[in-house]
């Protein structure tokens, strides 16, 4: 059996692949990062601490690393807070974690990562991307879904007035632009984690909607 290790464990994704892993009879043990309580699992342990902070989680060993942090520029309050939630924290997880031991990582991304990109949120999520790609995992799976669908604890104006609208117009966007849930996202990232794809590997938003 294998050993996981979750940041954004408390958010939209993360809180359903959390429920994954441990329900699932794949992983004897599932660490997550976390600043939020998560409730008690017997396979469960939860850390503190700061996320930029290797200290924080130096003595894990994992097989698989699921990062699922993400962010706005607004709720995060600036461009560098920003950055920080989307680029710093997983690349830093990600150079510890190997040096741990582990051979996996899966990200979750957005669809339109781009690091030429003009738009400073595309570019962030594109320049994550290729650096985790390039850090030295043996597999990297990295998912590219549209706008989210679930319920946030924070409020994100411009998500719910999307949502509004493809609740209404859904049925003309391309499946690749159309809202995907939550629950869609987490089960392709469990489902591909069980493959030992060796690579680099990118799911579309469209192929999410399968699961």
Do not use: W
């Amino acid at each position: 059996m294998r050993t996981a290790f979750i940041a954004g464990a408390s958010g939209l994704v993360g809180s359903e692949l959390l429920s994954l892993l441990l329900s699932g009879d794949r992983y004897q043990k599932v660490y997550a990062i976390t600043r939020k309580p998560l409730g008690e699992h017997p396979n469960l342990v939860q850390l503190g601490g700061d996320m930029a902070d290797p200290k924080s989680y130096s003595d894990v060993q994992a097989d698989d690393v699921f990062c699922c942090l993400g962010t706005t520029i607004a709720v995060a309050g600036s461009k560098e807070n920003f950055r920080k939630v989307d680029y710093v924290f997983p690349t830093v997880i990600a150079k510890s974690l190997l040096t741990n031991g582990a051979s996996q990582y899966l990200l979750v991304s957005a669809l339109g990562a781009n690091k030429s990109s003009s738009i400073f949120y595309n570019r962030v999520k594109g320049e994550v991307e290729e650096t985790i790609s390039q850090s030295g995992y043996d597999n990297v799976h990295i998912f590219r879904p549209s706008l989210l669908i679930g319920e946030r604890i924070e409020k994100r104006t411009g998500e719910d007035a999307a949502k509004v609208f493809y609740k209404i117009f859904g049925f003309l966007i391309p499946r690749k632009y159309k809202g995907i849930e939550a629950g869609r996202v987490a089960r392709a990232m469990y489902h591909c984690a069980g493959l030992d794809q060796k690579g680099t590997h990118i799911h579309e938003s469209g192929e999410m909607q399968s699961f």
